[in-house]
Antibody, heavy 120, light 107 residues
Framework: EVQLVESGGGLVQPGGSLRLSCAAS????????MHWVRQAPGKGPVWVSR????????IYADSVKGRFTISRDNAKNTLYLQMNSLRAEDTAVYYC?????????????WGQGTLVTVSS | DIQMTQSTSSLSASVGDRVTITCRAS??????LNWYQQKPGKAPKLLIY???SLQSGVPSRFSGSGSGTDFTLTISSLQPEDFATYYC?????????FGGGTKVEIK
């Protein structure tokens, strides 16, 4: 069974940093593209970033480009999102998701999410 | 960016009803369209991919259709567990974008 478990969320002041983790199990992690998607309270999901299977290619939403960095450790079956220069508008539940097609963004499996709150 | 529009933000329906949810893309996306169901406090769940392919484990009362710019998710006979919010999402180009959602409520 595919399992994705996010951690690392919490309360942070504007301008601060957080690193989210997503522990993966139940599938060959190193074979799949992975994504981060966020959802602000009461709003719809918004795609944040994607990394390819070996970590050599990454892409970001314009709203986080230059502030967030996606990475992965295939030996540890773990996906990361380093978030710097956080703003109030980054407040959201952050989900990691597995892409079975390794193309585009078909998000077959999602974690339970981790809440990031940016507030003073 | 491709804009995805779900013109109905909420609808009320009864158990057993046939429900249709629509989604429109701002430009042609071929059949690169996915549908998700989300219940409160839970992550979205993939229902339909490539516009009309049923994800494994999803009940056959769910179906999807459309191509180009106009898409439809149909629930043939609404069940109590189907009351939720439904989102479309295009996977044609980066960034992938979601519709605003359609909340299906109990009449």
């Amino acid at each position: 069974e595919v399992q994705l478990v996010e951690s690392g969320g919490g309360l942070v002041q504007p301008g601060g940093s957080l690193r989210l983790s997503c522990a993966a199990s139940g599938f060959t992690f190193s074979s799949h593209w992975m994504h981060w998607v966020r959802q602000a309270p009461g709003k719809g999901p918004v795609w944040v970033s994607r990394i390819n299977s070996d970590g050599s290619s990454t892409i970001y939403a314009d709203s986080v480009k230059g502030r967030f960095t996606i990475s992965r450790d295939n030996a540890k079956n773990t996906l990361y999102l380093q978030m710097n220069s956080l703003r109030a508008e980054d407040t959201a539940v952050y989900y990691c998701a597995r892409d079975p097609l390794n193309w585009g963004a078909t998000l077959e499996n999602w974690g339970q999410g981790t809440l990031v709150t940016v507030s003073s | 960016d491709i804009q995805m529009t779900q013109s109905t933000s909420s609808l009320s329906a009864s158990v057993g009803d046939r429900v249709t949810i629509t989604c429109r893309a701002s430009q042609s996306i071929s059949n690169y369209l996915n549908w998700y169901q989300q219940k409160p406090g839970k992550a979205p769940k993939l229902l339909i991919y490539a516009a009309s392919s049923l994800q494994s484990g999803v009940p056959s009362r769910f179906s999807g259709s459309g191509s180009g710019t106009d898409f439809t998710l149909t629930i043939s006979s609404l069940q109590p567990e189907d009351f939720a919010t439904y989102y479309c999402q295009q996977s044609y180009s980066t960034p992938p974008t979601f519709g605003g959602g359609t909340k299906v409520e109990i009449k």
